[in-house]
């Protein structure tokens, strides 16, 4: 397949049967996000009408992030300007609009140098791959939600991409705690199971300032039986293309969305209480994830309200579930405070105890480049820069 940017829809088939089967975009940010969709595409054209500086910038990206790929330039006329400004963006060829057996004969040219370059550079790497964090706890109330709107807000206001998925499909209150409006939920994307795409998600998805996005539960419980696990997986699996995280709060439950979740995530924050039902709860959780064949290094305890004076210690959960505490998050009035107030905490106070502990989970635990989600690899990366998209300089462009 070749992708075109051009906005005449009667484009594709004007070049197909040069280049055979072309994909058409009319912007310059739906061609980025096709490249980043197709990591293994060779062969781009650039049609005829296409501002010569948005494609001579387009070209110069492509260059730099995806050597092997072929540009190929299509003008209606060509001259000496047109060629030098080509040339030094970096385009292959550039042909005149109506010589099809010019751009077939080029076509074949740039993928045969395509496919030589690719054999030197080896794998493209260039799709993203979101890190994928679920918050659990398999008992209720104990700060799964504080922490998923957190670090979601948290995360999106470092210029990543991020993805909030309420997966508390029943008495889901993501929504709520960021006092946001949701037109659509995850009920909407029910009826497109097997065709989930970026489109799909961006239409149910709901903006908060922070520039997160959430996909929330459905606004009725009772629709909560409709939403198949599989619709799930299914989700997370796109989301994952187009995201740099994806986040997963989750209900007090081993639902078949929570195992689902479980199944695709790089981490596990597994959050604990001082109190004994939640330390058992956790050891439980523990032992079923193990039976799941969960890898024990992508998993990480989190003790929440760790200084309440209530006749348990921390030491005591250690020895109770045997495994070390990652972080610990003081209790605070300020949490259900910042909740009723709709902004979550660590945008609002960052200076505040609990934001410096929940931004010390997601620098040491979440933002980490392309590790395999190990725990322990990402306290030892935790200097790295977050992952963002390579393409992000161009995002914003819409030519
Ligand atoms: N560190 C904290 N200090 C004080 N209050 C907290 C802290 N963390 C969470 N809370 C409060 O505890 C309550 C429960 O938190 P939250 O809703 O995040 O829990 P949850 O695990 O998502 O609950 P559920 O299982 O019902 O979905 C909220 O009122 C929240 O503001
Ligand atoms: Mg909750």
Known sequence: MTLLWDADPGAAERYDFAV??????????????????????????????????????????CRVERPELGVILLRRRI?????????????????????VTGLADA??????????????????????????????????????????T??????????????????????????????MLPQNSIIDLVSMAGNIDEQAIKAVVTKHDSGLEAISAPAEPSDADRVPGT???ELVRVAKRHYDYVLLDTPPAFTSHVLAAFDDSDLLILIATL?????????????????????????????????????????????????DIAVMVPNSTAVPASVNRGVPIILDEPKHAVSVALRDLADRFIRVADTPAGAADA???SQQSPKTSRWSLSRGGNR
Not at 123 to 148: I, L, M, Y
Not at 150 to 167: E, F, M, P, Q, W
């Open 79 to 99: 001259d000496v300007a047109v060629l030098g400004q080509s040339l030094r963006a970096g385009i292959r060829e550039v042909i005149t609009s109506d010589d």
């Open 379 to 381: 306290a030892a990366s």
């Open 150 to 179: 957190n670090l979601s807000a948290y995360l999106a206001s470092t210029g990543s991409r991020v993805l909030l998925i309420d997966l508390d499909l029943a008495f889901g209150d993501v929504g709520i705690s960021l006092q």
């Open 107 to 148: 076509a074949r040219r740039s993928r045969d140098l395509s496919t030589r370059v690719h054999g030197h550079s080896g794998e493209s790497t260039s799709a993203k791959t979101a890190r994928v964090v679920t918050v659990f706890s398999a008992k209720g109330g104990v700060g799964k939600t504080t922490f998923a």
């Open 231 to 233: 619709t799930v997986a």
């Open 275 to 323: 109190d004994i039902p939640a330390v058992k709860n956790l050891r439980l959780t523990l032992d079923t994830l193990d039976l799941l064949g969960n890898k024990k290094d992508s998993r990480l305890v989190v003790l929440n309200r760790s200084d309440a004076k209530v006749g348990l210690r921390p030491e005591d959960v250690v020895a109770a579930i045997k495994q």
């Open 20 to 61: 055979g089967e072309i994909s058409r975009f009319e912007t310059q940010a739906t061609m980025v996000r096709a490249l980043e969709d197709n990591p293994t595409e060779m062969l781009v054209l650039i049609g005829p009408d296409v501002d010569m500086d948005a494609a001579c910038q387009f070209a110069e990206l």
